[in-house]
């Protein structure tokens, strides 16, 4: 049985009750391609801006900045940042490729006992 707090919603703590609540109902391999995809164009988006900020103020203070040496501390800069600007984006990556594995690992349980004539 589900915990409620005083408001009547499932308690924060129960970890049943939020993996109900992000976990998608339907994940495909084509909705793990688009997630993907969101995660790694906004992680690129995240470089370049970072990269043009700090072309950016180089430019104000006088300083010409290579494009190359803007762009590395620009992958420098934006990993840990996108790990939390993103978070949300990243966990449905997880969740979604979990869904698909959970469903893969599924399929192929099934699959074995139907070879060996069990059915359970």
Do not use: C
């Not at 998608?24 to 970072?50: D, H, I, K, N």
Request: aromatic share 2%.
């Amino acid at each position: 049985m589900t915990e409620q707090n005083a408001s009547g919603s499932p308690d924060a703590a129960d970890p049943a009750a939020t993996t109900q609540a992000t976990t998608p109902t339907q994940a495909t391999a084509g909705s793990v391609a688009l997630a993907v995809a969101m995660y790694t164009v906004a992680r690129l988006a995240l470089v370049v801006a970072v990269a043009a900020i700090i072309m950016g103020v180089g430019a104000l203070v006088g300083v010409e900045v290579p494009l190359l040496v803007a762009a590395v501390f620009g992958v420098l800069i934006a990993l840990p940042l996108g790990l939390v600007l993103f978070k949300k984006l990243r966990l449905r990556v997880n969740s979604q490729i979990a869904a698909v594995d959970d469903a893969r690992r599924a399929r192929h349980d099934d699959l074995q006992s139907r070879l060996r004539g069990t059915s359970d």
